[in-house]
């Protein structure tokens, strides 16, 4: 693939008088680099989202400790969420979705419902971790 900014640019690579085969997506070790990085962090996402709705289901937050829930978000879910993440081309609309995925098991696990008009900053406060989003932006 040849870019010119956010643009694919059609072009010939001739190695050895052979002609390299153009593609539009590169799969390599579970990460999709290509130049609509927007598939990569929704599939991302997806799956962040459906291992914290099996913790949710399996591990309530009435029935386990805060702290050993945390434990198993950083050991399991984070490093789902972030492998590959340095590659990304994030924007202001993605760092948006990862903040509210990672919010819902937050505000869950701290056992706030919508009602309680908590903002994510004194959520995060209250557990002394920073956010995803500063994590990726590192």
């Known amino acids: 693939m040849v870019f010119k900014g956010r ?5 010939k690579i001739i190695i050895n008088n052979n002609v390299i085969e153009l593609i539009n997506i590169f799969h390599d070790l579970g990460c ?10 929704t599939v991302k996402i997806s799956t962040f989202l459906q291992i914290m709705r099996i913790i949710n289901r399996t591990l309530k937050p009435s029935q386990v400790q805060i702290h050993t829930r945390l434990k198993i ?5 984070l490093p789902t969420l972030l492998y590959g993440c340095k590659t990304w081309a994030i924007i202001e609309q993605d ?9 819902e ?10 009602q309680d008009y908590k903002t994510n900053k004194d959520i995060l406060s209250e ?5 995803v989003v500063k994590k990726i932006q590192n």
Request: charged content about 25%; glycine content about 2%; hydrophobic content about 35%.
């Open 32 to 41: 999709f680099i290509s130049y609509q990085n927007e598939k990569h962090i």
């Open 105 to 114: 098991f937050m505000g869950r696990t701290a056992k706030y419902t919508w």
């Open 73 to 77: 978000y950083n050991v399991l879910t």
């Open 127 to 131: 557990f002394k971790i920073d956010p």
């Open 7 to 11: 643009d694919l640019v059609r072009s």
């Open 95 to 103: 760092k948006c979705r990862i903040t509210s995925a990672e919010m």
